[in-house]
């Protein structure tokens, strides 16, 4: 374990990073209170979004017959077309989008550890980082979960969650043992560490730490890697604008929602972008594939 992380800086860090702040919240210094949670709420996006904002370019290189120039802006508009329908679920059924939600994060988060091998046990991984806060935070979490959505019914997702968790979280460490058996060491450590993070730290906290400082990097260096893209100077044009678009979202819901604090509304802001981006993030290739051109109607 020491010479991989000797080896690898980043990887070190988020070691140090996890036991740090584990160590802080232990004596104290790390609390819950409406200032941190939208503080850290905001850094979710800042730091969370810019994995995302190559989807255009794969699309481009996956298909580019399908994504001449002239269907870049359709693309764009379906993107925006599935964000204002789950902003809509939202406003309609709160409940209802946050575990829909919860579910699509999870499958998402899989795709960090396919190198177990186990679509299974990937599944299991990510099940059990969505899910450990449940264990030792529960309280808190269904807190959250009613203050984001208006409604006491989204206690009810905590209780849940809290059922999948003891189950989910073996599963996980299985599968740690498999990535590490498996020569994945460093897939292997980020997984401890954010499974450590969403289980022993508060909600917001623990759930920042695995997305700013796993799945985000992971995701972001695996799209530049794919696209060849070296450098900001190579990809940062392509980041920038997206990213600051995403986060014009954020604004938006932020202004729509109305909420009677600051705080709050930072707080489901920020959550609910994410889910309004996470939706269009999935399944814009999806549909865009079944869109190219020259594919007949009807046709597979």
Known sequence: MIAILSRNRPLAGLVLLTM???????????????????????LLLVFGLPHGSFDLAILRRADPSGLRRRSRPGIVLLYLGFAAAIYLVWRAEPVLALASFLVLATAHFAEDWDDCGSGFMAAGIAAGIVTAPALFHGAALRSLFVLLTGDTAAAVIADVMLLVAPIACAVALVGLGILWQAGRRRAAVSAACALAATLLLPPVPGFALFFCLVHSPMQFRRHADSLALRGFGQWGRIVVPLSLGGLGIAAAVLVLNNNASLAT????????????????????????????PGRQPGVC
């Open 265 to 292: 509304g930072v707080f489901a802001g920020s959550f609910m972008t994410l889910s309004i981006l996470t939706v269009p993030h999935m399944l814009v290739p999806i549909v865009a594939g079944l869109w190219a």
């Open 20 to 42: 740090g702040a584990i160590g802080l919240h232990e004596v104290g210094f790390l609390v819950n209170s409406p200032a941190l949670t939208a503080t850290i709420s905001a």
